[in-house]
C-alpha cells in the first residue's frame, strides 16, 4: 500500500463538512478491497464491516472523512464572491490563497488581498475578519451567477507535498490521515484471525457538531468504539502540553470521558508490539466525535487514538506517515485479542 499517493489521492478530494460526496465513491473503493461488505447510511456515512469468528464483541472504528472549508454568502454586483466559514478557519491563514468553488462545475478563484502598497497604518494593525474577504474568479458576473449558488461549498487547494524523510504536508490530513490509519487497521485484519465484528466507519460532519459519529454509533450500537483524530503536533511557540512529537506514534486518549481500561489495554498492547505511543491528557470534552459516540443509547466505552498534525486547519497540515501506520496497526493489534480478554475490558 503506498501511503504517500493515497494521502495525495485522499486529501485532494473536497469534502467540506456536509458536501461529502466528493470523496464518497473513493473511500467507498478503498474500504471494499478489505471489508467484507460496505454500504453508506442515511447520512452518508461510509461503513465497512469485517466479520470475526462469531463469538466476539462488536467494535465500531471511526474517522471522520469531512474536513473545514467555505460558503459562499453572496455574490456582488461586481463579480467578487463573498463567504462564510464551516467549520473552525482562522481567516488570517485565508489571505491569497487558491480556492475551489463546488458550484454547478468547479471554479478555480484566489481570495484576495490588499497589498500593502495601499494599506492605511490602521489597516495593517487590524486583525483579519472573513467578512472581508472575497474570491475573485475572473468570470463575469452574470455568468457566474448562472455557475455559482449562494450556499455552494469551497475548499482551500492546499496541494499535497512530501517533504524530507516521512513527512507529508497538504489540506485535510485533519481526519484524512486517521480515514488511512483505519484502512491499515482493515489490512492487518484481513491476514489475522479475530473474534470481534468490526465496524469502520468514514464518518460525516464532524467538524460542525459530530453528528455524523452520533448517528452512526446509534445505528451500530457496538460495545467498544475507537475514535481516531487528530491531535496538534509540535510546533515553536506553543504550550508543551499541548502538542505532540511527529514520528514518536499515535497519541493514546486518557480522561473521564475516555473508557480507562480501554486506555490501559492500549498502553499494554502498545508496549507489547513495540509501537511507539504518546499519552494524550483529556481532562474534559476531546474536541472529537468521542463525546458524541460515548454517549449514545445506553453509553458506549470508547477511547481515543490521535495522530499527531501540525498546523491543523490550515491548507499545509503536516505529519509524518509512520504515525499514520502505527495508529492503525495499534487499533489491528487492539481489536485482535481474545474475545474473553475483550470482554474482560467492560467490567470494573
Given at each position: 500500500?503506498?501511503?504517500?499517493?493515497?494521502?495525495?489521492?485522499?486529501?485532494?478530494?473536497?469534502?467540506?463538512?456536509?458536501?461529502?460526496?466528493?470523496?464518497?465513491?473513493?473511500?467507498?473503493?478503498?474500504?471494499?478491497?478489505?471489508c467484507d461488505h460496505v454500504e453508506a447510511d442515511k447520512f452518508f456515512n461510509i461503513i465497512g464491516f469485517k466479520k470475526g469468528s462469531g463469538n466476539g464483541k462488536k467494535v465500531m472504528i471511526t474517522a471522520h472523512c469531512d474536513e473545514i472549508g467555505l460558503m459562499v454568502k453572496d455574490i456582488e454586483d461586481?463579480?467578487?464572491?463573498?463567504?462564510?466559514?464551516?467549520?473552525?478557519?482562522?481567516?488570517?491563514?485565508?489571505?491569497?490563497?487558491?480556492?475551489?468553488?463546488?458550484?454547478?462545475?468547479?471554479?478555480?478563484?484566489?481570495?484576495?488581498a490588499k497589498p500593502p502598497h495601499l494599506l492605511k497604518p490602521e489597516e495593517?494593525?487590524?486583525?483579519?475578519?472573513?467578512?472581508?474577504?472575497?474570491?475573485?474568479?475572473g468570470i463575469e458576473t452574470s455568468k457566474l451567477k448562472e455557475m455559482v449558488s449562494i450556499g455552494d461549498t469551497i475548499t482551500l487547494k492546499g496541494s499535497?507535498?512530501?517533504?524530507?524523510?516521512?513527512?507529508?504536508s497538504s489540506k485535510a490530513m485533519d481526519n484524512r490521515a486517521s480515514v488511512l490509519a483505519m484502512v491499515e487497521t482493515m489490512k492487518q485484519l484481513s491476514t489475522r484471525k479475530h473474534d470481534a465484528d468490526v465496524y469502520f466507519v468514514a464518518t460525516v460532519q464532524e467538524e460542525v457538531g459530530a453528528a455524523g459519529a452520533e448517528i452512526a454509533a446509534y445505528n451500530i450500537d457496538p460495545d467498544i468504539a475507537i475514535v481516531i483524530d487528530a491531535c496538534h503536533g509540535e510546533m515553536p511557540d506553543c504550550p508543551k502540553d499541548s502538542i505532540f512529537s511527529l514520528g514518536k506514534g499515535p497519541a493514546i486518549g486518557v480522561g473521564p470521558v475516555?473508557?480507562?481500561?480501554?486506555?490501559?489495554?492500549l498502553v499494554d498492547v502498545a508496549k507489547e508490539e513495540n509501537i511507539p505511543y504518546q499519552i494524550d491528557v483529556e481532562p474534559g470534552n476531546t474536541g472529537t466525535e468521542a463525546w458524541e459516540t460515548?454517549?449514545?443509547?445506553s453509553g458506549i466505552p470508547t477511547a481515543l487514538l490521535s495522530i499527531p498534525v501540525?498546523?491543523?486547519?490550515?491548507?499545509?497540515?503536516?505529519?509524518?506517515?509512520?504515525?499514520?501506520?502505527n495508529t492503525g496497526k495499534l487499533a489491528?493489534?487492539?481489536?485482535?485479542?481474545?474475545?474473553?480478554?475483550?470482554?474482560g475490558l467492560l467490567c470494573f
Open positions: 500500500m503506498d501511503y504517500t499517493e493515497l494521502l495525495k489521492k485522499l486529501s485532494t478530494s473536497s469534502a467540506v463538512s456536509g458536501q461529502e460526496n466528493g470523496i464518497f465513491s473513493f473511500v467507498k473503493s478503498i474500504f471494499e478491497e478489505y461586481n463579480g467578487f464572491v463573498r463567504v462564510t466559514t464551516v467549520g473552525g478557519i482562522d481567516a488570517r491563514i485565508l489571505l491569497a490563497q487558491e480556492v475551489v468553488i463546488h458550484g454547478k462545475k468547479d471554479l478555480y478563484g484566489v481570495i484576495g495593517a494593525q487590524k486583525a483579519v475578519k472573513i467578512k472581508d474577504l472575497y474570491i475573485d474568479t499535497p507535498s512530501v517533504l524530507q524523510g516521512s513527512r507529508f475516555l473508557h480507562r481500561n480501554l486506555y490501559r489495554k460515548q454517549v449514545s443509547r501540525r498546523y491543523m486547519h490550515t491548507p499545509v497540515e503536516t505529519l509524518d506517515v509512520n504515525d499514520v501506520k489491528a493489534d487492539f481489536v485482535s485479542m481474545p474475545a474473553k480478554e475483550m470482554e
